[in-house]
C-alpha cells in the first residue's frame, strides 16, 4: 500500500505540472493570437502604403517606371511641348511633330520624359536622335520657345522680353534658316528683342539691326548696323 501511495503521489505531481505547463502554453497561444490579429491589421493598413510609395516612386512590378515627380514633370512638359509643335510645324512644312514617350522600351527603366518625333512622311515615330543637325536644332529652338511662352502664361507678371541664341544656324540649309529667322522675327514684336549670335554671313541679309565684332592684332572692335 505504502508503494502505491507514492506512486499516486507522483502521478499527482505529474498531473499537477502537465497542467501548469498547459495553462503556460494556453497563456501563449493566447498571446500569439492576440499578436497575429495586431499584425493581421498592421499589414492590412500598412499595404495601401506600400502601393502607394511604390506607384509615386514608379516601382511597380511590370508597370512603366514613372515616379510622381516625374509625373508632374510631364504634365508641364506636354503643355511646353504644345507650344513647340506649333512653330516646329512651320519650321518643318508640317512634317515633324514632337511628344512625350511614356512607355518606356522596357519595364525596368525610369520612363515618363523621352521624347520622339512622329514623322508625317513615313507615318512612324522615331526616337529624336535621329534627327539631323538642322532638324535637331529646329526641334531645341522649338522647345525652348515653348518653354518661353509657358513661363510667361503660368508665371503672373514675368515676361521674357529677351532671347540670345547661340550659333546652331551653320547646320541649316537655306529653306531652313529662312523657315527659322521668320519665326524669331515674329516673336521680337513691342519691347521683345531676339539676339542671334553667328558666324553665318548669310544671315546679315535676314537681321535688321547688327551689332558686329572684328578681330585684329590690335584687339576686337565693335560696330553697330542698321
Same mark, same amino acid.
Given at each position: ?6 506512486? *499516486? ?19 501563449? &497561444? ?53 507650344? &513647340?509643335? $506649333? ?19 522596357? *519595364? ?38 515653348? $518653354? ?60 535688321? +539691326? *547688327? $551689332?558686329?565684332?572684328? +578681330? ?11
Amino acid at each position: 500500500m505504502k508503494r502505491l501511495g507514492v506512486e *499516486k503521489e507522483e502521478i499527482q505531481e505529474k498531473v499537477q505540472e502537465q497542467k501548469a505547463l498547459w495553462q503556460t502554453r494556453k497563456k501563449a &497561444a493566447e498571446s500569439a493570437q492576440k499578436e497575429l490579429q495586431a499584425w493581421k491589421k498592421a499589414e492590412k493598413d500598412y499595404l495601401p502604403i506600400v502601393e502607394l510609395s511604390k506607384t509615386a516612386n514608379g516601382e511597380l512590378a511590370q508597370k512603366d517606371k514613372i515616379a510622381f515627380e516625374q509625373f508632374v514633370q510631364g504634365f508641364y512638359f506636354d503643355r511646353i511641348l504644345a507650344a &513647340a509643335n $506649333l512653330r516646329f510645324a512651320e519650321m518643318t512644312n508640317g512634317r515633324y511633330h514632337l511628344r512625350r514617350a511614356e512607355v518606356a522600351a522596357n *519595364k525596368r527603366s525610369q520612363s515618363g520624359l523621352e521624347l520622339e518625333v512622329m514623322d508625317y512622311f513615313t507615318g512612324k515615330a522615331r526616337g529624336v536622335k535621329s534627327l539631323s543637325g538642322g532638324e535637331a536644332f529646329k526641334a531645341s529652338l522649338s522647345l525652348a520657345l515653348g $518653354l518661353s511662352d509657358l513661363i510667361q502664361q503660368t508665371a503672373g507678371g514675368v515676361e521674357i522680353k529677351a532671347m540670345f541664341i547661340d550659333e546652331g544656324f551653320g547646320a541649316l540649309d537655306e529653306e531652313s534658316r529662312e523657315q527659322a529667322v521668320r519665326i524669331l522675327q515674329q516673336l521680337s514684336y513691342g519691347d521683345r528683342m531676339v539676339g542671334i549670335i553667328s558666324h553665318v554671313t548669310e544671315l546679315k541679309e535676314s537681321i535688321e +539691326k *547688327k $551689332l558686329i565684332v572684328k +578681330k585684329s592684332s590690335r584687339g576686337s572692335t565693335v560696330s553697330f548696323e542698321v
